[in-house]
């Protein structure tokens, strides 16, 4: 396969790609096998590099074209395409965020050039949940010497088996706290993956639970690291990447229940009907509804993605997106399944597995109700900062009546 030198051929070579993963989909969905080959065949079509800086062997793709090529994966296997979002999302850090020490950078850049050598953030614990909810970790980095040795355990893991590196949110256990991402190794002495991941969608992600007991790191394999007592802080903007990308995989599973459902209907035809399903008032009704939710899908996701590269603001717009896209994905693969009838629930058809895919975008955080709350709370915020003032109504007066022009009869 011939490594594109341009993100407009990185972004056919997904869509070839996307086509080839969903011919194998099944067999990664049953058996919750991880997705190697797949990430093989990215890595020699060169689209791991994709928003990796040009000067570090990448395309220089922005916010837009990742959108595109895991919209393309995700159509054909959401489980790798969500791996790969987490991987562009770190490598778009990397390239612009400024945070990344220049030694760290050049360590996992030569490694994405020589090979398959994935990132990740693990940030999620049992008991603390997300740290979106605000509270601090309890996984800890102790200094020891000119090491940190760090312990804990973090949940959702996505994609383990296969990543190179993890960067691990910890608290430092200094008499004076720090908050950062250490950069771990996943072949270091002390860390093991505890196999948890059973979820009824998503199967292939592989997203186990990572358990670091004393894991030591160099004291410089750090970033972003701040007191502790500032709580964790999100570049806003960046927060686009994430709200973005994690509902395009949900959505590429509801565009996989759409294709099947337009080739189960132009093909199915019942002796009673004696004509395809696809003549039935009913489907194409409910189809029709599904090209709306879909094509709002494609335009919202699209719209934060320009406004992104673009330098726009968007403020809180994201996040509703993040929402609404993944509701409508799973509207969309219910009425799939509603219109599908017995074929679309039998695991011999892809359409179960979509729906299943699409309900688990249910389990990123930030969840829904957090973003209604966050919207609304921003809505309140500009109600009060909008000064008070009395308005002079526009006079209402009536309307003058028209002449009229009298025509006489000759």
């Given at each position: 396969?011939?490594?594109?030198?341009?993100?407009?051929?990185?972004?056919?070579?997904?869509?070839?790609?996307?086509?080839?993963?969903?011919?194998?989909?099944?067999?990664?969905?049953?058996?919750?096998?991880?997705?190697?080959?797949?990430?093989?065949?990215?890595?020699?079509?060169?689209?791991?590099?994709?928003?990796?800086?040009?000067?570090?062997?990448?395309?220089?793709?922005?916010?837009?074209?990742?959108?595109?090529?895991?919209?393309?994966?995700?159509?054909?296997?959401?489980?790798?395409?969500?791996?790969?979002?987490?991987?562009?999302?770190?490598?778009?850090?990397?390239?612009?965020?400024?945070?990344?020490?220049?030694?760290?950078?050049?360590?996992?850049?030569?490694?994405?050039?020589?090979?398959?050598?994935?990132?990740?953030?693990?940030?999620?614990?049992?008991?603390?949940?997300?740290?979106?909810?605000?509270?601090?970790?309890?996984?800890v980095a102790r200094r020891v010497g000119d090491q940190w040795r760090i312990t804990g355990h973090k949940t959702y893991a996505t994609g383990i088996p296969l990543l190179r590196w993890v960067s691990v949110l910890a608290v430092t256990d200094e008499a004076e706290p720090r908050l950062g991402s250490f950069l771990v190794p996943t072949s270091a002495d002390g860390m093991r993956v505890e196999k948890t991941w059973n979820a009824t969608g998503m199967r292939a992600t592989n997203s186990h639970d990572l358990i670091l007991d004393e894991v030591a790191i160099p004291l410089e394999d750090v970033l972003d690291i701040a007191?502790?007592?500032?709580?964790?802080?999100?570049?806003?903007?960046?927060?686009?990447?994430?709200?973005?990308?994690?509902?395009?995989?949900?959505?590429?599973?509801?565009?996989?229940?759409?294709?099947?459902?337009?080739?189960?209907?132009?093909?199915?035809?019942?002796?009673?009907?004696?004509?395809?399903?696809?003549?039935?008032?009913?489907?194409?009704?409910?189809?029709?509804?599904?090209?709306?939710?879909?094509?709002?899908?494609?335009?919202?996701?699209?719209?934060?993605?320009?406004?992104?590269?673009?330098?726009?603001?968007?403020?809180?717009?994201?996040?509703?997106?993040?929402?609404?896209?993944?509701?409508?994905?799973?509207?969309?693969?219910?009425?799939?399944?509603?219109?599908?009838?017995?074929?679309?629930?039998?695991?011999?058809?892809?359409?179960?597995?979509?729906?299943?895919?699409?309900?688990?975008?249910?389990?990123?955080?930030?969840?829904?109700?957090?973003?209604?709350?966050?919207?609304?709370?921003?809505?309140?915020?500009?109600?009060?900062?909008?000064?008070?003032?009395?308005?002079?109504?526009?006079?209402?007066?009536?309307?003058?009546?028209?002449?009229?022009?009298?025509?006489?009869?000759?």
């Amino acid at each position: 396969m011939t490594v594109p030198t341009d993100v407009a051929s990185a972004i056919a070579k997904a869509e070839e790609l996307g086509k080839r993963f969903a011919l194998t989909a099944r067999h990664y969905d049953e058996t919750g096998d991880f997705p190697f080959a797949n990430f093989d065949a990215l890595h020699e079509a060169g689209l791991l590099g994709l928003v990796t800086a040009p000067e570090h062997g990448g395309l220089g793709g922005g916010l837009t074209e990742a959108l595109a090529v895991v919209s393309a994966i995700a159509a054909g296997e959401p489980s790798t395409a969500l791996v790969l979002a987490m991987h562009y999302n770190q490598h778009y850090s990397i390239r612009v965020s400024g945070k990344w020490p220049e030694h760290l950078v050049e360590r996992v850049t030569k490694a994405n050039r020589e090979g398959v050598a994935l990132i990740n953030a693990a940030q999620v614990e049992p008991r603390v949940g997300s740290p979106s909810h605000g509270t601090l970790p309890e996984t800890v980095a102790r200094r020891v010497g000119d090491q940190w040795r760090i312990t804990g355990h973090k949940t959702y893991a996505t994609g383990i088996p296969l990543l190179r590196w993890v960067s691990v949110l910890a608290v430092t256990d200094e008499a004076e706290p720090r908050l950062g991402s250490f950069l771990v190794p996943t072949s270091a002495d002390g860390m093991r993956v505890e196999k948890t991941w059973n979820a009824t969608g998503m199967r292939a992600t592989n997203s186990h639970d990572l358990i670091l007991d004393e894991v030591a790191i160099p004291l410089e394999d750090v970033l972003d690291i701040a007191p502790a007592s500032e709580g964790l802080k999100r570049d806003e903007r960046m927060g686009a990447w994430y709200f973005s990308l994690v509902p395009a995989i949900y959505d590429g599973a509801a565009r996989g229940a759409r294709d099947w459902l337009i080739d189960f209907a132009a093909t199915r035809a019942p002796a009673s009907l004696g004509a395809p399903l696809s003549t039935v008032p009913r489907i194409q009704d409910g189809l029709g509804q599904i090209e709306v939710w879909l094509t709002v899908n494609r335009r919202l996701l699209r719209s934060i993605a320009e406004d992104f590269d673009s330098g726009r603001p968007f403020g809180p717009d994201a996040a509703a997106v993040k929402h609404t896209v993944m509701e409508n994905a799973i509207a969309i693969t219910t009425l799939a399944l509603e219109l599908g009838g017995n074929p679309g629930i039998s695991r011999d058809n892809p359409l179960e597995r979509h729906h299943r895919d699409a309900l688990s975008g249910k389990a990123h955080a930030p969840q829904n109700n957090l973003i209604r709350t966050m919207l609304a709370k921003a809505a309140f915020g500009r109600h009060a900062a909008t000064p008070t003032r009395t308005l002079e109504p526009v006079p209402v007066r009536p309307h003058p009546q028209p002449r009229l022009a009298v025509v006489g009869r000759s």
